[in-house]
């Protein structure tokens, strides 16, 4: 189904996952301005947003069914396959926040529906940014996605801790998107354009201008921030640990797919020609993360900092994947945050329910004995640490197993090393958890029994942990996807390029 | 016209924002040079927009509106930390050890 990005008509169509969330988005704030009080109100929100996430990946797949490409070019928005992978994982974490979220704000006595509202904007800024072709249409979904998640972080009114972590993320944020603001007017210096596409095609003619260069670098700088990668990672444990854990789990998976997503059509895309430039820079940016992250994740007293320095680790695997910048990296990429997504909303979904007063307590000591009392709640934890360690059978190790594939076959043999010795070394973090929750005794006879596990928080667990391990063990449907999604980013860039140079 | 001084003008200008956002620890003045930054780009899109044409200052302007919605939900956060801890500098700003 070819589309004409320059009608209205073809706009809307090809936006119509977006269109679909922001109409909801709206309906809802209408909503909540109209019904503020008490915990009905509250469910009645949440609700509404889970039908419009779902309508919004129907249309999605619509698209993606129809295999929706652009008719010409050069565009605002991309119509190809990895936007349409990327948005179907945007929309899976957003899917798996708002039923995370539901009990949890009864729980913590969060009786503020608006955060449905912020939650379905985020995610409509995500999608925008993940399907941008155009640089202005890329900073624009940023920051709708940044804003709302500011306000998300600090959604603890009461808690001083959900206070400083919104303004860490705030100040920090407002700092990153600066520098890629900056990065996007220096690209447009260079090529005259800021699509992303005709971008791409004025750097193919020859070798990178210097304000080119410097424009590449300030957008690594910005999205370094973004996805968390070392050296711009000192804000992460912070605000990972201060947000309430749902937004904790929204903002290590949504913001960073979205991100990613951009940030390898970028680097892939308008940057292809210049690999040279950048390829050395994403691998120290890569190893540096990777080696951060795990070595000072091994010395956090609670689980919820261990997770948010395990993520910068993700990061580091991730940007592994892009430093090869060929179809295979960009499929390894996909799988692994497939894996990354579920894994990851799991784990801090499994966390939201452990921690009774505060999950920012729960330490490798309150888990003990917990699979006596509660053997589902610890077999799940069980297969999230294993496949974020990357342990054959779970999905998290087809990820690993994809990256390691793209790099060896590039010849990156040190990173590949590089990786599979990070692994080892979060063996060093993961398996205690397991360990404490299987052979340890609990503290007294009453631990564990307050433990409530909702029917939708159950049911999204039981989901995400049964795609880890079932698509661990037969991962070709991912693959396959994953595969043509990659497939079909270099095809729309070779397109993308003959658009602008006609 | 004045290409050279404009872009060497807002290099300065971001500079300067970026300096301050690392030595000042106030919350407020790290949000007014934050801000300062943004302004610099603008400066920049509007000095290449004579040669490239009006994308350049079409980009401003989603750039100025971004700014006003950042400076209302930052300036409601720096808000919410007074209301806790008394105080915006961010020395005193420290639960969370990073």
Known sequence: ?502 | MLLGPSLALSATLFTIGVVGVVIRRNAIVLFMCIELMLNAVNLTFVALSQYHGLSGQIMVFFVMTVAAAEAAVGLAIILAVFRHRQSVDLQNINLLRG
């Open chain 1, 1 to 502: 189904m070819n589309i004409d990005l320059a009608s209205a008509v073809g706009v809307t169509i090809g936006l119509l996952p977006e269109v679909v969330l922001t109409i909801f988005g709206l309906v809802v704030l209408l909503l909540v301005s109209w019904r503020h009080d008490g915990v009905g109100d509250l469910r009645l929100a949440g609700w509404v947003s889970l039908v419009g996430m779902l309508a919004s990946l129907a249309a999605l797949t619509w698209l993606w069914v129809w295999e929706a490409r652009p008719m010409n070019g050069p565009n605002m928005i991309v119509l190809d396959d990895f936007r349409f992978a990327a948005a179907a994982l945007i929309l899976i974490a957003g899917i798996a926040t708002v039923l995370l979220s539901l009990t949890y704000l009864e729980r913590e006595g969060i009786l503020a529906p608006e955060y449905f509202v912020l939650l379905v904007l985020a995610t409509v800024g995500m999608l925008f940014l993940a399907g941008a072709d155009d640089m202005m249409v890329l900073f624009l979904g940023l920051e709708v996605m940044s804003v709302a998640v500011y306000v998300l972080a600090g959604f603890q009114r009461g808690s001083a801790f959900s206070a400083e972590a919104a303004l860490k993320y705030f100040l920090i944020g407002a700092f990153a998107s600066a520098f890629l603001l900056y990065g996007i007017a220096l690209v447009y210096g260079a090529t005259g354009s800021t699509s992303l596409a005709v971008a791409g095609a004025a750097f193919n003619r020859g070798p990178l201008p210097l304000m080119g260069a410097l424009g590449l670098a300030f957008v690594l700088i910005g999205f370094g921030f973004k996805v968390a990668a070392a050296p711009f990672h000192m804000w992460t444990p912070d605000v990972y640990d201060g947000a309430p854990t749902p937004v904790t789990g929204f903002m290590a998976t949504g913001v960073k797919v979205a991100a990613f997503a951009a940030l390898t059509r970028v680097l892939v895309g308008t940057f292809g020609a210049a690999g040279d430039t950048w390829h050395p820079i994403v691998a120290a940016l890569a190893v540096f993360s990777m080696v951060i992250g795990n070595l000072v994740a091994l010395a956090q007293p609670t689980i919820k900092r261990m997770l948010a320095y395990s993520s910068i680790a993700h990061a580091g695997y991730l940007l592994a994947a892009l430093v090869t910048g060929s179809t295979l990296g960009v499929t390894a990429v996909l799988v692994y945050l497939l894996a990354y997504v579920l894994t990851s909303l799991a784990a801090f979904g499994l966390l939201a329910v452990l921690g009774r007063e505060g999950e920012r307590d729960v330490s490798l000591g309150s888990i003990a004995g917990l699979a006596r009392r509660r053997p589902w709640v610890a077999a799940g934890l069980s297969a999230c640490m294993l496949s974020l360690l990357g342990f054959p059978g779970t999905l998290g190790f087809i990820g690993k197993w994809m990256i390691l594939l793209s790099l060896v076959g590039q010849g990156h043999f040190m990173i590949a090393v590089i990786v599979v010795l990070a692994s080892l070394v979060s063996a060093g973090y993961y398996l205690p958890v397991i360990m404490s929750a299987y052979m340890r005794p609990e503290a007294a006879d009453s631990s564990h029994s307050e433990i409530v596990v909702s029917r939708p928080v159950a049911g999204t667990l039981a989901l995400a942990v049964l795609l880890i391990v079932v698509l661990g063990v037969w991962p070709t449907p991912a693959i396959e996807t994953a595969m043509a999604s990659a497939g079909s980013l270099y095809d729309g860039i070779v397109a993308g390029v003959h658009h602008a140079l006609r």
